[in-house]
């Protein structure tokens, strides 16, 4: 009798449909988490430009308006150049609920604007989500309460 080596045809076979099944399986998930955090990083930003609002708000008695996507404004000292994926940020009154402010985080690579929401009177409770994804033709993604 030979003393037989290796692995047959067939056993690599199945190990390669293992593998396949497995990537297949787990890619979907992959996506999913990595803009999750891609997400995470968006609010991230437009959460520093809220408080940055807030603080110019405090301090002069009115909003600040950055009607056009910038990449830094040196008024809210709030810069979007650091980021990896978030490289725009505009803020003003909001077009999509009234008596708002929005701070928008523009992601060119992924498609994608996150939106956060503030009153402008501060006594006024929120009746609108507090975040909003949309995709850049104005489509939501997902909104949060």
Known sequence: ???KKGFTLVELIVVIVIVGILTIVSLPIYRGYTLKSKITEGRALAASIITAQRV????NNTW?????WVDEDQILTVDA???NYFKKIRSGVSSYYPNTISAEALSEN??????QFWPLDMSQS???PKWL????GGTVVSEEW
């Open 1 to 3: 009798m030979k003393n």
């Open 56 to 59: 110019y708000y405090a301090e």
């Open 64 to 68: 600040y308006d950055i009607s056009s």
């Open 81 to 83: 150049r650091q980021n």
């Open 110 to 115: 992924e498609n994608l604007i996150v939106h």
């Open 126 to 128: 929120a009746t609108y």
């Open 133 to 136: 994804i949309t995709d850049s």
